[in-house]
């Protein structure tokens, strides 16, 4: 090109030839927008957005089209039920069943479904074999617990004319009101209206029609703005649906009076605060949309889809967190729109206060909705997590560092690999396989050539107690001789196309077939591939990565499946698909616990695609992002939005998938990526290698150390972990969730809390920084986790200094940290290492915190085999006490740790009268007399806080035991 000397025609030639340049090279670094559907070209979507504007616009004169029949209303053990009648053309009324059931926990859920479909009395067309009800199994997979009903929820007897009340809840401090025309339910806590449904009247469920082939164009629908163009087929992409069933899609709004904040809803790289979708500040131009995809070099501050679907979200404001959960399985979309209180006079009693209104409308299905009063974030996270199930407590390795790239090309390349983080003495606890290690993308095989012997490629791991992770996906390779594609098909157990024959698509492997978990019959054959004779060369140290689970379909419209595929069942795919990556996992994790009688340890998971539910069985990460500053600040609203949704099991790739990561950036990543729940470094093909031990120094040793601080926190991950598993807290906390009435932190989504360790971090995610400004709610004081610097002062914010090797975490005060401080090569080598206690006080001299401990792989621990202790310092005295349940193991197991001994307590915010000591006495279960351990007593220095520490107390962890320091 240096040579190209343009003539003025020729320099119009080489901008044309620059700009076509532009347009190839561009799309490579950015999202096909092309690929994926707006909302103006998602049927439905438009339908309903259409439908809320004319809603809208009608203002008062509009007259929403759903009556409760009064006279249907029956009231009986905790469950309402009735007849929502919907009137259509010529006056004609259309039966939609309505339950609301007030459940036990005081979680209500209404569920409207639609009588025709029900009883099959409607035709489908194109001979299509599939169910003619609206989809009515979410919550056959979604659902483990919560549903029973209240045993003290009343009918309020004297109400006026039109209008039902009933009071449940702790109690029966809610209400929900029901009006009956048009149909609209107001839920109060203590009087007030915190969520209403159907406000607005953009309630639509669009009941079944026969298609009138040649209609009588006087007669259309037109006379009411409908537009019918998308009603009985859709293109897209060069994809036709079908849409045997016709129209179908559900939708409502829902409005948080007096909220300003609403969360939750991933997956989308957006903020943690979500945005206004129809106009306001900042906002998007797209609504929010949930649709599982497999979306390449995804962009960031877009509401659009990606991988994994949560319909849970929570509004919140100062004192009060509420939510609804929108149970439906088929793609989904949601509208925000905040108003200012006086351009709403209606919402009563939150005059000059900001109100969140929101639109949710699904392809398909029934309405399904479940709401939540609080008013704790907390109480959110217990009560969608009784419905849904908490986090899988899962192996301890898994919470400790995982390596990863696509791909390590050999076996003797992963034990090389292995040796240099020996070698380089960087701790890690999993390697990872990429799709190349199969014998040609045939999963259950190893490629002969690059992978000749697994057996001694685990057996290395397992020296250290290290572990393999490979990826099996959900795509069978269409190809004779392998016989397990074979058998998948003769048994029948693969997703079948719209005419009832195997479905066939394009993956990795090229053509394929997909296995259809939601067939209990594939489910028992996929476990029984797992077995070790079965999947011949893999060990109890090799875990499973499930990928592209979306499903991802490399020719298929929106790169994944047909909508009028069929699952079992007689399902369509429209249906199903947000729930179908699950059911995928589910059947692994089966498949896992079951590779071999008498040998139950926990299965470790990941997984790409999620939904509500997918915390019981694995863990997620955020996808294919991208080696830049702004992919690595966007995982941490990413990270703690799953968490507030139910699904903490969290990580983004470390580096980057895409592009090379600069030094710094990798060693600001790491940094960061040791407050991922889920923690693993992963690359593309297309990357030059980027194992830590390469980065040369100071990078390396920078790296090295922030793995340290992973590994020696590694106890309050296990415990946050276990809370987690038992109540649904996040392990990693947003600032409001923490902090809930302190109204200037609730947007805040770059700092974090790890479980209720107290411990405050803000990972540097921008470039060249050498400081970070963190911001407090409350006036207690903060720690500098390395030197004890004193931070304090409520509702500003502290700059905390953060040097290239320096990650800014705060202690605050009021807290009691377990750690591990001896660096090993693995987590499974610190089994019985001793514990340091560290005992950041607060203004009144106290501190507490808790420590959870068990064999980190089995389920002994649902036998008792654990050590749950909670550790309090007030009057001057530190102690420990068993908050655990004894079962048939405790003993067995306590023996086991007797050995393990608390080695060090640091004292930090110690008091002035400690100078001169030089013990403290030290009384345990079981030894009568006390003994003395040593005291060193540090003075404050500048801005740095008094500290003392006491040394080898000898104490066993699992012992009761009191250490005075008067
Ligand atoms: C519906 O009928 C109206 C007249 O009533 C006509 O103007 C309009 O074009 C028709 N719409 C469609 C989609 O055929
Ligand atoms: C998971 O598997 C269990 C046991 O086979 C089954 O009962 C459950 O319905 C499955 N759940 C999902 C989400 O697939």
């Not at 009340?165 to 209206?193: C, L, M």
């Not at 040649?214 to 019918?228: A, F, G, I």
């Not at 099991?649 to 592009?659: I, R, T």
Request: net charge negative; glycine share 8%; proline share 5%.
């Amino acid at each position: 090109m240096a040579t190209l000397r343009p003539s003025s025609t020729g320099w119009a030639l080489f901008l044309a030839l620059l700009t076509i340049l532009l347009c190839l090279v561009v799309p490579g670094e950015m999202v096909k927008h092309n690929n994926f559907k707006k909302c103006d070209q998602s049927g439905f979507c438009k339908r309903n957005r259409a439908y809320a504007n004319s809603a809208s616009n009608q203002g008062s004169s509009w007259s929403a089209p759903y009556h409760l029949d009064s006279s249907s209303v029956k009231f009986s053990n905790g469950q309402l039920l009735g007849t929502i009648v919907k009137t259509i053309e010529n006056n004609e009324k259309v039966n939609l069943p309505l339950t609301v059931s007030f459940l036990e926990s005081g979680v209500t859920r209404v569920t409207v479904d639609e009588e025709k479909r029900i009883k099959g009395d409607i035709e489908l067309r194109h001979e299509s074999k599939v169910r003619k009800e609206r989809y009515n199994e979410a919550a056959k997979w979604t659902i483990v617990g919560g549903l029973e009903l209240s045993s003290t929820a009343e009918l309020v007897k004297e109400t006026e004319a039109g209008v039902t009340k009933v009071f449940y809840g702790p109690n029966n401090k809610f209400q929900a009101i029901i009006r009956h025309s048009p149909f609209e339910v107001h839920f109060q806590r203590d009087g007030e209206t915190h969520i209403q449904l159907n406000d607005k009247g953009f309630l639509n469920m669009e009941h079944w029609r026969p298609k009138v082939e040649n209609p009588d164009r006087e007669d259309n629908d037109s006379k009411d703005n409908v537009d019918d163009s998308t009603w009985w087929e859709e293109s897209f992409g060069g994809n036709t649906d079908s849409k045997p069933r016709g129209p179908e899609s559900v939708a409502m709004d829902i409005t948080f009076p007096g909220y300003s904040h609403v969360f939750g809803i991933p997956e989308h790289a957006d903020s943690l605060s979500l945005k206004e979708t129809r106009g306001g500040d900042g906002h998007h131009t797209e609504p929010y949309r949930m649709y599982n995809s497999d979306v390449f070099e995804y962009e960031l501050n877009s509401p659009m889809t990606l991988y994994g679907s949560i319909p849970f979200m929570q509004a919140h404001r100062k004192g009060s967190t509420v939510g609804v959960f929108w149970l439906n399985a088929a793609e989904t979309w949601v509208d925000i729109v905040k108003t200012k209180a006086s351009t709403n006079p209606l919402a009563l009693g939150v005059s000059g206060k900001t109100s969140t209104q929101t639109h949710w409308f699904s392809e398909a299905g029934q309405l399904d909705v479940f709401v939540f009063l609080g008013p704790t974030p907390q109480d959110l996270s217990r009560t969608y997590g009784e419905l849904t199930g908490y986090t899988q407590l899962p192996q301890h390795f898994a919470i400790g560092y995982h390596q990863c790239r696509w791909n390590y090309v050999t076996d003797e390349d992963v034990k090389d690999v292995d040796s240099k983080f020996d070698m380089y003495q960087i701790p890690y606890d999993v390697i990872w396989l990429d799709l190349e290690y199969t014998d040609q993308k045939k999963y259950f095989t190893w490629d002969p050539l690059t992978f000749p012997d697994p057996d001694g490629m685990q057996k290395q791991l397992d020296d250290s107690e290290r572990k393999l992770v490979v990826i099996i996906d959900p795509h069978i390779k269409n190809e004779a001789n392998y016989p397990i594609v074979e058998d998948m098909k003769s048994k029948g157990l693969a997703v079948k196309n719209k005419e009832g024959n195997i479905y066939d698509g394009w993956c990795w492997p090229g053509s394929s077939h997909w296995v259809d978990c939601f067939n209990p019959a594939a489910m028992s054959w996929w476990t029984t591939l797992f077995k070790y004779d079965k999947f011949k060369g893999t060990h109890p140290n090799m875990f499973i990565w499930n990928d592209m689970n979306e499903p991802s379909v490399f020719n298929g419209p929106e790169t994944t499946m047909p909508k009028d595929n069929i699952h079992h069942g007689g399902w369509e795919h429209r249906d199903v698909h947000n729930v179908n990556g699950m059911t995928f996992v589910n059947a692994t994790f089966n498949a896992m616990l079951e590779r071999k009688r008498g040998e139950i340890r926990r299965p470790f998971i990941l997984t790409r695609s999620f939904y509500a539910g997918t915390q019981r069985i694995g863990a997620m990460w955020t996808g294919d992002n991208q080696a830049n500053w702004d992919h690595l600040a966007a995982s941490l609203p990413m990270v703690l939005n799953n968490g507030i949704a139910g699904f903490p099991f969290a990580g983004a790739d470390v580096g980057g998938f895409f592009g090379n990561p600069s030094k710094e950036l990798l060693t600001r990543w790491y940094q960061t990526g040791i407050f991922y729940p889920f923690f693993r470094a992963h690359a593309h093909i297309d990357t030059r290698r980027r194992e830590p031990y390469l980065a040369g120094e100071p990078h390396m040793s920078i790296i090295t150390q922030a793995l340290h601080l992973r590994y020696q926190l590694l106890p309050a991950w296990y415990t946050a972990f276990q809370q987690a598993s038992v109540d649904g807290s996040p392990i990693v906390r947003p600032q409001y969730y923490v902090h809930p009435d302190d109204e200037a932190g609730f947007a805040i989504d770059d700092q974090l809390y790890l479980g209720s360790t107290g411990l405050l971090a803000k990972p540097v995610v921008t470039e060249g920084a050498s400081s970070v400004d963190v911001y407090l709610a409350d006036d207690e004081q903060y720690y500098d986790y390395f030197d004890y610097t004193v931070y304090q002062g409520a509702g500003k914010k502290h700059t905390v200094q953060a040097p290239l090797e320096k990650v800014p975490i705060l202690m605050q005060g009021g807290h009691i940290i377990p750690r591990k401080d001896r660096p090993r090569r693995s987590s499974g080598l610190m089994k019985w290492d001793p514990f340091t206690l560290v005992v950041a006080l607060d203004r009144n001299g106290q501190a507490d915190g808790t420590l959870y401990v068990d064999d980190g792989e089995t389920y002994d621990y649902q036998n008792g085999a654990y050590i749950h202790r909670r550790f309090s310092f007030s009057s001057s005295s530190l102690s420990s006490e068993d908050i655990g349940a004894k079962g048939t193991k405790t003993g067995q197991y306590l023996k086991t740790m007797a050995g393990v001994r608390v080695e060090k307590i640091i004292i930090v915010g110690a008091p002035a009268e400690w100078e001169g000591k030089s013990s403290v006495l030290v009384l345990e279960e079981g030894s009568h007399t006390g003994s003395q351990a040593s005291l060193q007593w540090f003075a404050k220095q500048g801005g740095k806080a008094a500290y003392a520490v006491v040394k080898d107390p000898g104490v066993s962890i699992g012992n009761l035991w009191k250490i005075d320091f008067s």
